[in-house]
Each structure stands twice: as C-alpha cells, then as structure tokens.
C-alpha cells in the first residue's frame, strides 16, 4: 500500500531498490525504522516482522501516526469540515502548537498543513487541486495497517540502543547531508557523524539511505556502498534529470 502523506525526503521513488537490499526475512524478526517520515518502506508490507516499529523526531508527526491508530474515527471526524484554503493554511501553521487543543485537534491541523503545502515543506501554501475526501478515507486502511506496529518518538541513539539484536533489521533515512535545511528537525554535521558512530556498535543488520556526497562516502568507505538513482522531483515535469543516491548496509 501507499503511505497516507508525502513528506520531505520520502521513498515512493527509490522504494523497491531499497526493497532489493533487504535480508531474507528468516533473517530477522523485528523490523525497526529510525527516521520514519512518511514511512514508504513500512507500508511496501502488510508487515515486516513480529516486531515492528515506527520512529521518528517529529513529535508533531509522531502524534498524527498515533491518532492514526488509535483514534481514526475521530481524526476523520475532525476533517471533515476542512478545505483547501490558504488562509486556513496560515492560521493552522500559526495554531498547530496552541495549548488548550486536543491530540485529535493538533493531528488535523499538522495533517492539513501536509496536504497543504508546497513539496509538504509546511511552509509554504501549496495551489493545486486535492481530494482531500479521498485522503480521509485512506486513513481507515492505515489505521489497519498499523495496528501492529510500535510507534516511538525518540532520538536515534537511544531506539538503536533499546532496540537492537541480533536478529534487527534497521532501516534509516536521516536528513540528507549538506540539505539539513530543508528539514524541521536540527541534524548538524554532530549527528551524522554520532549516527554513523552508533551503527559501528550495531549487533543486527542496517540499511541506510543517503545522498551521494563525498563526504557520506569516506565517512561509510568501511560498509557496502551501492549506487542507486531516481527521477529528481525537485525539477520541471517532464525533465529527464536523475538525483543520484546511495543505499549503504553492513552485511
């Protein structure tokens, strides 16, 4: 199935090279993705592994994913008077952290600013048309979809420490490097390199996605490296344009 949001940095594009690079599933029995975002691998599945989890930083999209699954019914009923409009947009990009509102409430607000925006920067208003009714009723499917899953909001040091075996499979897909500014979640050079760090003390197996930079490749040069490409959808419709990428893992 498809993932219910677009986000920035998301797989729908390279999804089934990064499906190509996972282990025999009677390689491991729990299935762990750091950096969720929209979660294009995590839906690729009914589900990965007996034990399956979903993380991210944003706690704004941490909360979505939740009421997602517990409280479907709720958000839906929530949506249901929303529309596209950019004055609506504003005003929920300037309310999306007021006190006083409920978890559903704040779930809709951050749902519409995806929707929304341009490229789901949640920035910027986004003129296009959107069925939005089509959307609200996908979140019945994704609430089935998740009702197995774990869902985390922590930094990623700390789910690979608690998360970690021998038999874990770990998907990640950091902020890309050298365009951290492109994401709401500070991740300076510190991080990659702590990232990179904690994956040296990993028992279980990763899969990491990255942008091509020569940076990423001397400081993975130790870990399999593999060129991957995809069209650029940050160019005109209809350029032949490709963005080149790097799938790295340690087995």
């Keep these: 199935m498809n993932s219910f949001i677009s986000w920035i940095g998301g797989k729908r594009l390279l999804r089934n090279k990064i499906l190509e690079q996972f282990p025999g599933t009677e390689e491991y029995d729990r299935y762990i993705e750091v950096f969720g975002g929209a979660g294009w691998v995590l839906f690729s599945k009914e589900r990965h592994a007996d034990l399956e989890v979903f993380n991210d930083a944003n706690g704004d999209l941490i909360n979505l ?16 008077w929303n529309f596209v409009s950019r004055e609506q947009f504003f005003d929920y990009k300037e309310q999306i952290n007021n006190r006083g509102q409920t978890d559903i409430q704040r779930a809709a607000k951050f749902f519409m600013l995806i929707k929304n925006s341009f490229g789901s920067d949640l920035r910027s208003f986004g003129v296009r048309n959107r069925n939005l009714d089509k959307a609200i009723d996908y979140l019945q499917e994704v609430k089935d979809r998740l009702r197995h899953t774990v869902i985390e909001n922590k930094d990623f040091e700390g789910l690979l420490k608690t998360y970690d075996r021998e038999r874990a499979l770990f998907y990640l897909d950091p902020p890309y490097y050298d365009a951290e500014e492109h994401y709401d979640i500070i991740f300076k050079e510190a991080d990659h390199i702590r990232l990179k760090e904690s994956l040296d003390k990993l028992k279980g197996k990763f899969i990491l996605s990255y942008n091509d930079s020569d940076y990423i490749r001397k400081l993975y040069k130790d870990y399999k490296v593999i060129e991957v490409d995809r069209q650029n959808n940050l160019v005109c419709k209809g350029s032949s344009e490709r963005y080149k990428e790097l799938i790295i893992k340690n087995f």
């Design 65 to 80: 994913y939740r009421i997602v699954k517990f409280h479907s019914e709720a958000l839906q009923k929530e949506l249901d």
